[in-house]
């Protein structure tokens, strides 16, 4: 990988200085004010970083303050209720982000002194390298580079690197070394986030402000003018799922389906029943159509009116009665809880 370096300015080890220098000093300037950077915590950089996968900063925002008021702190969140940790967490999808963050707490509170080393945190539930890197990097200063796709981006530029990469996840895997070797011995907490910051506020995929990007002389891509062709990656075949939901309320209550627990990704989490074709329900009239993409999949979900028989056994299909009075409280996955809300207001508005 390193072969990357060979004849590129940052091959020379004092351009490679000065590139460290200008990357920190453009940071010191002109970093976002983000929560988890005011006043930093390890317990705001964990749970920063477990939110921020797959997740966008925008988003993660108001999650974030909410957060930090109801669970302070890896005690608070350790003695949690797990139903209380999945409301908290409700709308940022990906719930078991959330699952393993309350059994990282609990190992966390257990410990006389938190261990510093990036395999100790590479063992904790839920943390693969990225987040290791970027904790013990952020957090105790360790020199761990952290490869994301903003990291691959401005790399492969910076190289040139016309590579076909199968995944992401692959580049980044690759790409890891080198970013280790730019980095430097020191501010390797700012240096990591300063890579990803330049990726994701100058770097951009479409666009790349490169006549103003603070590392420009050193970027192979950036002076050509053809960052937009980087990185290169195989492109995957998007496929379509359909699936039938019902809508079956009565006057003060709404059927649910709860996942069920064990390792389903939805454990504990409702949303509309699915309209299976061995299921008990009558399918009615057409309601809705939601459209989605989750990684290489398109769901096409559409929603009917619905009955059940009364004498359906509730518990078998893992249906629940919630009361309206009650649907704050509990946790509906987040593209669900948007559709109850668009639905009710078009019944509503259908008999005014
Ligand atoms: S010069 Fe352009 S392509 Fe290179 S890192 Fe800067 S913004 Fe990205």
Sequence with gaps: MNNLLTKHI??????????????????DENQRELPWRTDPSLYKTVISEFMLQQTRVSTVLPYFQKWIIKFPDFPSLAQAKEE??????EGLGYYSRARNLHKLSQIISTQESIPHDVNFWKSLPGIGPYIAAAVTSISFNQKEAVCDGNVVRVLTRFFGNGEKFKDGAYAQKKLQPLAHVLMPDDRTGDYNQAFMELGATVCHRQSPLCTTCPVLKFCKCGQRGDAENFPVMEKKKKTVQEIDRLWIKSSNALLLQKGK??????????ELPLNTKLGPYIKGKFISLKKRTIGQVLYQESIYWGSISKTLELDEYSLEWVQWKDIEEITISGPHRKWIKEIIQSIESDHT
Aim: no cysteine; aromatic share 14%; proline share 0%.
């Design 10 to 27: 940052l091959e020379d080890l004092s351009n490679r200085e000065r590139f460290r220098q200008s990357l920190l000093e453009w940071y």
């Design 84 to 89: 209380d940790i999945l409301k908290g967490w």
């Design 261 to 270: 627990m064990g390792n389903n990704r939805l454990a504990g989490i409702y």
